[in-house]
């Protein structure tokens, strides 16, 4: 999964792809690159950002969601807005992946009646303040246990389990040990049976493991998914594609010689 982000102050890529025609034009390279599925948001989610309204996102994400479409490539939107959800699916997109898990009231139910994969995404607090003092027991478990709930709750409302993805939520009201540990027990969550997503792309955690900066923590990134994937990760939600790419080709070879 490729991400586009569609804003002026993304953390690793603020500013970079803001404006549709850059978006779209970033959009293509990422296929070009290797990439299946196009994440495409709006709306900040780094620690610390300040909300979007449902205006500026819609002026943000339709324009690039519409001019996608002819590439053929599945499309995500990253929201977790009900208005945004309904507009996306009746203009095709084929995943809404929420970091807020579908609990924006409405959200589900906005989501529910389409043919799209909803990713739900675990988050502790809201992103202006969730890596103020996150705290857990068991992080794992806690983690564990609300994907389960909400992944039922999207299955009461109609949702196939076909069409539901999870997602540990890396730095999403975590401390660097909550997501070690997180990625240390992936299998644990993909054990669930529905697919796990992973975002692990750049995040300060492997800045505090190297020392650099978000944009060189290319090399970083590319080993979190390695392992992500390794630990049992379905789809890998990164900005740098042909790197990810090229390193998961030699897992897949590895692996074809597994038999
Ligand atoms: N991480 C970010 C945004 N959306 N969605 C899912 N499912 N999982 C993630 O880990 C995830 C996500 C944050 O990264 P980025 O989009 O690069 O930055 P920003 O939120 O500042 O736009």
Redesign the pocket.
């Known amino acids: 999964m490729g991400?586009v982000?569609i804003?002026p102050?993304?953390?690793?890529?603020?500013g970079e792809f803001f404006g549709t025609e850059l978006a779209v034009a970033h959009a293509r390279t990422l296929v070009a690159e290797g990439a299946d599925l196009i994440?495409i948001?709006g709306?900040?989610?780094?620690p610390g950002?300040l909300p979007v309204s449902v205006d500026e996102e819609l002026n943000r994400v339709m324009p690039v969601l519409e001019a996608l479409a002819p590439l053929g490539v599945p499309v995500s939107v990253?929201t977790s807005k009900p208005e945004i959800m309904r507009a996306a699916l009746a203009s095709g997109a084929d995943m809404i992946?929420d970091?807020a898990g579908f609990r924006t009231p409405g959200a589900l139910e906005a989501a529910a009646p389409s043919d799209a994969a909803l990713?739900i995404?675990h988050m502790q607090g809201e992103p202006r303040t969730m890596q103020a003092a996150p705290h857990y027991d068991d992080v794992v478990t806690e983690v564990h246990a609300f994907l389960h709930a909400r992944a039922l709750a999207a299955r009461e409302l109609g949702v196939a389990d076909d069409r539901i993805v999870i997602?540990p939520?890396?730095?999403?009201g975590k401390s660097f040990e909550h997501n070690l540990q997180l990625l240390h027990d992936l299998r644990k969550l993909a054990e669930l049976g529905w697919p796990v997503?992973?975002?692990?792309?750049?995040?300060s955690m492997l800045g505090k493991i190297t020392g650099r900066q978000s944009h060189e923590r290319v090399h970083a990134s590319v080993a979190a998914a390695l392992l992500a994937v390794v630990n049992g990760a379905r789809i890998v939600?990164v900005?740098d594609v042909r790197a990810t790419r090229d390193a998961l080709a030699v897992l897949e070879a590895l692996r074809s010689a597994d038999k």
């Open positions: 991400v982000n804003t102050d993304s953390f690793s890529d603020g994440d948001g709306e900040s989610t780094r950002a990253d992946n970091i990713c995404m997602d939520g890396f730095g999403f997503l992973v975002g692990l792309s750049r995040k939600r900005h």
